[in-house]
């Protein structure tokens, strides 16, 4: 799911702090890039994140790294840089309630008449989107009601790959994947998991900005789940504006658990059907601007 630095259990000792250079210039690279911001109190994370960079451009210390991306202006390694930060914590089924309303908003959908359209906006390495996938999948074969169109974007271009890939370690397709559904649409491959081609079909993989790209399309269920937590109050409400006009009529938007536009956004309210998602405001009381 969504996009963030990765968690560590303690912070390291004071002469491995990253200095004030190395933090300017990592988080300025990872606003300008993605729109998400390093918080003060998690910046002594950038050191873990990046370690295996260093060992891979034979580096010893994130100053080297700074100097490295400024002398050079070098594309790639700042996309490295940022694919690093942006580490992507997801799981199948996470918050396995939550696909249960998306079915409910999928069907009310259909019941319109309307073929339904998905957007997984932060999808990290596709946990999200493949579980939905399955879901549908599965329905599909039970009822023969058509799959909803299933879209998945991230900032990250090794994110994009991985999901085009649906290809899973050991650990990672035990977290959350029960067991009859890992060998209905998993073939093993080596030490890992690979999806079933038509799962992947199900599935259009993009990169794409949030802070900055215009959405994808237009959806009736855009599910965005611990993502704009790392934005600024500016830019979160500037994507809520692209995602309510991404919304058609009876749109859903799905974020995380702790995550609210409560207080945040005039353009959605709490659905007064499906409790847990939000609805687009219509009419003038929604303040969207104009794309």
């Known amino acids: 799911m969504p996009s963030r630095l990765p968690a560590a259990s303690a912070p390291p000792p004071a002469s491995a702090a990253i200095s004030q250079l190395a933090l300017n210039v990592f988080s300025s690279l990872l606003e300008v890039r993605t729109g998400q911001q390093i918080a003060a109190y998690r910046s002594w994370r950038i050191d873990t994140a990046l370690k295996p960079l260093l060992r891979a451009r034979g580096l ?11 002398d050079r202006n070098d594309q790639a390694l700042g996309d490295q840089i940022v694919d690093a930060l942006v580490n992507g914590e997801t799981s199948f089924f996470r918050e396995a309630p939550v696909f249960d309303l998306v079915v409910e908003a999928v069907e009310a959908i259909e019941a319109s008449g309307r073929h339904p359209r998905i957007w997984c906006a932060g999808c990290s390495s596709g946990q999200e989107p493949l579980s939905l996938a399955m879901l549908f999948a599965e329905r599909a074969h039970d009822t023969g009601v058509r799959m909803p169109d299933i ?17 899973y370690s050991q650990f990672e397709i035990q977290r959350g994947l029960p067991i009859r559904r890992m060998m209905r649409w998993f073939d093993a ?25 215009p959405a994808p399309g237009q959806f009736d269920i855009l599910l965005c789940r611990n993502v704009l937590l790392y934005f600024s109050p500016q830019t979160k409400g500037e994507v809520f504006g692209r995602f309510a006009r991404a919304l058609r009529p009876g749109g859903m938007l799905v974020l995380g658990a702790g995550e609210t536009v409560i207080g945040q956004t005039d353009a959605f309210v709490p659905s007064r059907t499906l409790r847990g998602l939000y609805e687009r405001v219509t009419g003038p009381a929604a303040g969207i601007a104009a794309a």
Do not use: C
């Open 60 to 70: 010893g210390t994130l100053d080297q790294l700074v100097a490295l991306l400024l």
């Open 151 to 167: 879209v998945a974007t991230d900032v990250s271009e090794v994110a994009v790959a991985r999901t085009r890939a649906g290809r």
């Open 189 to 213: 491959a080596g030490d890992d998991w690979a999806a079933k081609p038509e799962l992947l079909r199900a599935i259009t993989v993009r990169r794409h900005n949030l802070a900055a790209d």
